[in-house]
T-cell receptor, first 117, second 113 residues
Framework: GAGVSQSPRYKVAKRGQDVALRCDPISGHVSLFWYQQALGQGPEFLTYFQNEAQLDKSGLPSDRFFAERPEGSVSTLKIQRTQQEDSAVYLC???????????????FGPGTRLTVL | DAKTTQPNSMESNEEEPVHLPCNHSTISGTDYIHWYRQLPSQGPEYVIHGLTSNVNNRMASLAIAEDRKSSTLILHRATLRDAAVYYCILRGYSGGSNYKLTFGKGTLLTVNP
């Protein structure tokens, strides 16, 4: 069956450019997450949506990072004026339940590898 | 948040069992123990989770110590496709920020042919 998909898989940007990363969650999944993974590290939480509502954006590194999920399905993570330290893999995950805790499983996409030159 | 401690790396031979340990001495009574793994160039994938009792599924087994301060992920017969980084994660049952996964560095498992 269809899993979580992300596009593009690879993105190279020049410092200062804006980028937009797309996530298509599993159909019907209420919860959507973005994580950032630096080389050699585990993923780190960026933001969380429940349907179209962004309930937690505490992990976004700066105000250059913006995420949206306007219709409660597809989500876009936008990074303005990219910097070299933004280079990382950006992972999207979705989950079926309304409150994703305890026993609930998150399904991850393959990630978008962003390289900022 | 309660933290977990895992060895940085482990090595195994193909077709042999693998026991991946995780210490979580500050675990609370309502924390679930989750394991995810991340194969090269892929996103993490769920492996197994448990609360108090040992658990089995098609991928692995999870053995939880009686005091719940440690757990062990068991791969019964390692294959080359099991080579990955394995993450042990605690998640609260409800409330707070239990919706998000807090990853450590995990254990890099190498499987030798």
């Amino acid at each position: 069956g269809a899993g979580v998909s992300q596009s593009p898989r690879y993105k190279v940007a020049k410092r200062g450019q804006d980028v937009a990363l797309r996530c298509d969650p599993i159909s019907g999944h209420v919860s959507l997450f973005w994580y950032q993974q630096a080389l050699g590290q585990g993923p780190e939480f960026l933001t969380y949506f429940q349907n179209e509502a962004q309930l937690d954006k505490s992990g976004l590194p700066s105000d250059r990072f913006f995420a949206e999920r306007p219709e409660g399905s597809v989500s876009t993570l936008k990074i303005q004026r990219t910097q070299q330290e933004d280079s990382a893999v950006y992972l999207c995950a979705s989950s079926l339940e309304l409150t994703s805790g305890g026993a609930n499983e998150q399904f991850f996409g393959p990630g978008t590898r962003l390289t900022v030159l | 948040d309660a933290k977990t401690t895992q060895p940085n790396s482990m090595e195994s031979n193909e077709e042999e069992p693998v026991h991946l340990p995780c210490n979580h001495s500050t675990i609370s009574g309502t924390d679930y123990i989750h394991w995810y793994r991340q194969l090269p160039s892929q996103g993490p994938e769920y492996v197994i989770h448990g609360l108090t009792s040992n658990v089995n599924n098609r991928m692995a087994s999870l053995a939880i110590a009686e005091d719940r301060k440690s757990s062990t992920l068991i791969l019964h017969r390692a294959t080359l496709r099991d080579a990955a980084v394995y993450y042990c994660i605690l998640r609260g049952y409800s409330g707070g920020s239990n919706y998000k996964l807090t990853f450590g560095k995990g254990t890099l498992l190498t499987v030798n042919p």
